[in-house]
């Protein structure tokens, strides 16, 4: 490395006077790929006391920006509940974790959220993979085993044009490529597609993890003298992801910036797979030995980040001397090598006396360097007592600031106004067929199978899977082989619904997710989320950011009784991703939600589809009362906007605790959500599901509604369809009335594969089994096969 | 009598070691992963082995061609010449054809110059309207075998057991060959349907394998290259609930009695239970 290098990191970016110019310096570092605000110039150069060389103005620029700091948004996020008996840790760690019950008690489950939209929409098989891989390295840096991601895509309309249906195959390519090599079950998720995604989508993903209660590792140079070694371990350091944080904090295609392309990260899953399977060895080793641990993964600000905030929150110092990280064997500079994405690394804080002996876990054990050329693991650094952050290079000091600065972090106040929202158009006073509706419906992109999609997914991989994407309405996995309990998992969000009213739709995405896992028969335990919305200059963006959290807030309150009485459902971890907008439209505001649950018994889990003829199929829950914000009146009425349905979240609380004990009680023989589409698609879901030798169908009286015929079947207030063996039905209903629900029976599961529906009045309407798959096959096996435009 | 000793063989990006070795020891067997960074003589000391799924080097060239180089391959080759089990799954299955064990030399075509031509290969999947990677649950029917691993099975049993893979699809540059191996009582499992009819359009047989092949052996019986995951469907109430079947009226039937008989053996175990059963005989 030429010692002018060297020197160009270790000079001054910018001297106190210019500071006093803080506009014209901002603007002159942007030109150089470093984002600080003029207000960041005149605070960096106050809490350094001195004008910071170049290095030291990267460093900082990444961790103010938005993506790392959460500057905007840091502060309303104290408006969701967090606290509950179960939570271990919540937010504020790389992932959460929350305990688990007997048997289970002496394990941890661990969650994490993150996205990653810019990168997935710049290059969709990379982006979307480096975002699997990142949040798989959240959870493996509390200490723990991957042992499921799910994912939740919103993709634009792919009638838009050629890229928004690359983006969609491309998405789903890298999410398979990576999670299927790294050996992940994936647990499924969601997908949505709508034109306000087409410059925009967004790929979030989750991941599960365990450890033992005992086994927990946090992000910090732990208690005592030590002394401490840091040992950068994984992948040789290189350019790519350089910049990626301040990429992921601002608008795609900014005309000023440079071709974004080269701060997406490169993923590799094989190594990965190798490091992780080491890193697990390493676990063993260290709790085996009772060694103080401390343990982070490398993510945005790479060796920078990931050190200075290990020392910071271990209340000490680090010196870390840059050139003895591995890295790539061609020239880069010491900024680029302090600062780099560069995926499938972590960075361990171990006794100095311990560290030979991890390096040989990684060199020699699992020979890194074999898998990857470069590959292995190194002591860069060591901690110190005073609380001072000092980076060197071959002698050169590039940082040295007091750690206090690091934690600084940043707040921005935004101002925030409700969105002026157009008045729903007034529904037309037409009746379209009825019996074309549902095919409609099924042969478009919103309701359809995602079965085309979740058949490029490994869901079966490391042998814990009992309910897979597609058999529930959550999956479910066991969780020990000598044991019954298992976790469920669910996620939810509609933009729809979230675009007509953010505070109540994101009140329905808590409540969805949480009446999937319920359903199944799982508890409600602990939530994630990731906020996606636009700029947070533009107030009527904020203004739905807050309202949303009000929404997610509400919903959470109410729902956290089944965990544990009178405590509500905790928001363990999460994410917040602004700058999801091209020129002045937004994205929807889209707040997902992951929803985990606990289930005593998985022999108990119920999945959706049909068992057998002669059960009794009985819907509880809200009346089928009205359209709004339903798929038919979108995409049979042609209506746009207007608010979602109702949600009473104190009879959400009760509908919840009655499915749990349904399932528990084995009352029922499958059970199924009526989400998108209403009654008429949830049970040929349900038909969908039965095995492959049944020929079951389903036979649905509309008599008992009292309404017209297209609101019992397609309105999408909260609701679940049980198929109940008649000797249960009056233990199942004395349940309902229990909770205050009536259970109706609105029909039968016949021997004939086909859907029937006696109309009031008593026309009857049929469709068989086979047109309605190829109706729900249809949609994204078109989007995989045609070609052109 | 100690019991049977079962290498777990694992090259770089095998990723299925710890459910495999699950079902083994659920089966009564001792096991013990033997990474690649271990000699190959260590070998030696086993007496049988399971190459499980997985991305073995990336499947770089193709799927298992580079593990099939590696001089743990001669070791096990001359372990399965002196008899002794050898189960390769999936990314394993890969593995033991690219190296030439399956369908090994009790096969040779007059005029093949070595058992290192590669006579049998699994070749991409061909399946309608989509590429790649591939995951379901699918039926596989026990043929008349003198495999280890089946032939304690009834010929016309059928074991549900999930798939996912890319590379799956039997063939050979000569046509015939795979057929006339399952002719030959070499191909223990072929895809069929819920009523056991053999598969052989997607996505019943879902990679277009020929002969319907899910899985094919040695002449001899002790190698076996089975791309369906045993391992994944140890438990009976795991198994997918869009099988149904026979085994899917015990998996319902055990689920609704809700006295843990859901827990009992699922339909890969029989797989893991006849190695066992091997060495009943033999240790």
Not at chain 1, 356 to 363: P, R
Not at chain 1, 648 to 663: F, H, K, S
Not at chain 2, 268 to 277: N, Q, T, V, W
Request: glycine letters at 12%; proline letters at 7%; one cysteine or more.
């Amino acid at each position: 490395m030429s010692a002018s290098r060297a020197a160009a990191a270790g000079r001054e970016a910018w001297t106190p006077a210019d500071a006093r110019d803080p506009a014209a310096v901002s603007a002159r570092l942007r030109a150089r790929g470093v984002v600080l605000e003029p207000d960041e110039v005149r605070l960096l150069t106050e809490l350094l006391g001195r004008g910071p060389r170049w290095a030291e103005a990267v460093l900082f620029g990444i961790l103010w920006s938005e993506h790392c700091s959460y500057k905007s948004t840091r502060h309303l996020l104290k408006r969701l509940p967090t606290q509950a008996p179960q939570v271990v840790i919540g937010p504020g760690e790389d992932a959460g974790v929350v305990a688990l019950p007997a048997p289970c008690d002496d394990l941890v489950l661990v969650l994490g959220h993150e996205s990653h939209n810019h990168p997935s929409q710049v290059l969709p098989v990379e982006g979307a993979a480096t975002g699997v891989g990142g949040i798989v390295r959240d959870i493996v840096c509390m200490g723990a085993e991957v042992v499921g991601v799910l994912d939740a895509l919103r993709f634009g309309d792919p009638r838009s044009g050629v890229h928004a249906r690359d983006v969609v195959r491309g998405v789903v390519e890298g999410i398979a490529g990576y999670g299927n090599a790294l050996g992940v079950p994936n647990l499924g998720g969601d997908a949505v597609f709508d034109a306000g995604f087409d410059t925009n989508c967004l790929v979030n993903a989750m991941a599960v993890g365990l450890a033992p209660a005992d086994g927990v590792l946090r992000s910090r140079v732990p208690e005592g003298p030590g002394p401490w070694a840091f040992v950068l371990v994984g992948k040789p350091t290189d350019e790519s992801g350089f910049g990626g944080a301040a990429f992921a904090s601002g608008e795609l295609g900014d005309p000023g910036g440079a071709d974004p392309r080269g701060a997406v990260q490169l993923p590799d899953p094989f190594l990965k797979r190798v490091l992780n399977a080491a890193t697990y060895e390493a676990f063993r080793v260290t709790r085996e030995r009772q060694l103080a641990c401390g343990f982070k993964d490398l993510g945005a600000g790479g060796i920078a980040c990931a050190t200075s905030e290990l020392a910071a929150a271990g209340g000490c110092g680090a010196v870390i001397t840059l050139e003895s990280a591995h890295r790539v064997n061609r020239e880069l500079s010491p900024e680029i090598i302090l600062c780099a994405e560069t995926q499938e690394r972590y960075c361990w804080v171990v006794p100095e006396s311990f560290a030979d002996e991890l390096c040989a876990i990684y060199e020699r054990a699992f020979a890194l360097g074999d898998v990857h050329p470069g590959a292995g693991a190194r002591v860069i650094g060591r901690a110190v007592e005073e609380p001072r952050y000092t980076v060197t290079w071959h002698g050169e000091t590039l940082v040295d600031c007091e750690v206090r600065a690091i934690t600084a972090g940043r707040r921005e106040e935004r101002e925030a106004k409700p969105r002026t929202r157009r008045q729903p158009p007034r529904a037309r006073r037409r009746a379209p067929d009825p019996r074309r509706a549902l095919l409609t419906m099924l042969g478009g992109l919103h309701v359809g199978s995602r079965a085309y999609l979740y058949r490029h997914y490994d869901g079966d991989v490391q042998g814990r899977t009992w309910l897979r994407a597609g058999e529930g309405d959550a999956s479910v996995l066991r969780l020990h082989a000598e044991r019954p309990t298992g976790v469920a998992f669910a996620v939810g969000g509609n933009p729809f619904w979230c675009d007509g009213d953010p505070e109540l739709g994101a009140a329905h995405a808590v409540a969805e997710a949480a009446r999937n896992v319920a359903v199944t028969g799982a508890r409600p335990w602990a939530l994630t989320d990731c906020l996606n919305f636009g700029h947070p200059e533009d107030a009527e963006v904020m203004g739905d950011l807050e309202q949303t959290l009000a929404g997610l807030a509400s919903a959470a309150r109410a729902l956290g009784g089944l965990a544990a009485v009178g405590q509500p459902l905790p928001f363990v971890s999460g994410n917040v991703s602004l700058y999801n907008q091209v020129g002045p439209h937004a994205i929807p505001p889209s707040p997902i939600v992951m929803c985990a649950g606990v289930i005593h018994d998985v022999t108990r889990a119920l999945g959706i589809g049909l068992r057998g003829a002669g059960h009794v199929l009985v819907l509880v829950g809200e009346p089928r009362d009205g359209l709004e914000g339903s798929t038919y009146a979108r995409e049979v009425l042609r209506e746009r906007g207007g608010p979602p349905p109702p949600l009473d979240l104190e009879r959400e609380a009760r509908l919840e605790e009655l499915a749990v004990a349904i399932a528990e009680g084995g009352w029922a023989r499958a059970a199924h959500d009526v989400g998108d589409g209403g009654l008429a698609v949830a049970l040929v879901e349900m038909m969908a599901g039965a095995a492959d030798d049944a020929t079951l169908g389903a036979e649905l009286d509309l008599e008992p509604f009292e309404v017209e015929p297209a609101v019992s079947l397609y309105c999408e207030r909260p609701a679940i369809v049980y198929e109940v063996p008649f000797e249960r039905l009056a233990r199942l209903s004395q349940a309902a009335r229990d909770q205050g629900f009536v259970a109706w029976p609105i029909g039968t599961v016949s021997a004939q594969p086909q859907l029937r529906v006696r109309m009031p009045g008593g026309e009857t309407l049929t469709w068989s089994r086979v047109e309605l798959e190829q109706a729900r096959e249809a949609g994204l096996r078109k989007l995989w096969n045609e070609e052109g435009v | 009598m100690s019991a049977a000793r079962v290498a777990i063989v694992q090259f770089p990006g095998v990723n299925c070691e710890a459910e495999t070795a699950r079902a083994l020891a659920r089966a009564g067997l001792e096991t013990e992963l033997v990474r690649w960074t271990r000699p190959a003589r260590d070998l030696a000391a086993f007496d049988a082995y399971v190459l499980p799924g997985g991305f073995s080097w990336q499947d770089r060239v193709r799927a298992g061609a580079l593990a099939a180089k590696d001089p743990m391959l001669d070791e096990l080759a001359a372990r399965a010449d002196a008899g002794a089990p050898v189960l390769g799954i999936c990314n394993g299955a890969q593995v033991l054809v690219e190296a030439g064990l399956v369908p090994g030399s009790g096969n040779d075509e007059p005029g093949a110059e070595s058992r290192d031509e590669v006579r049998v290969a699994l070749a991409r999947n061909r399946m309608p309207e989509r590429t790649g990677y591939y995951t379901r649950w699918v039926w596989c029917r026990v043929e008349e075998t003198q495999c280890v691993f089946t032939r304690a099975l009834e010929p016309g049993a059928l074991l549900p057991l999930p798939v996912a893979h890319g590379e799956g699809r039997f063939a050979s540059a000569k046509k015939g060959r795979v057929a006339a191996l399952a002719e030959a009582g070499q191909a223990p499992l072929r895809y069929a349907h819920a009523d056991g009819a053999l598969a052989e359009a997607f996505p019943e047989n879902p990679n277009g394998s020929d002969a319907s092949a899910a899985a094919l052996c040695n002449a001899r019986g002790n190698v076996l290259a089975l791309m369906p995951h045993p391992e994944r469907a140890a438990t009976l109430g795991q198994v997918s609930r869009a099988i149904g079947g026979a085994w899917g009226e015990r998996r319902d039937r055990a689920l609704a009695a809700g006295d843990g008989s859901a827990f009992g053996d699922g339909p890969g175990m029989a797989i893991f239970h006849a190695l066992a059963r091997f060495f009943e005989g033999h240790v």
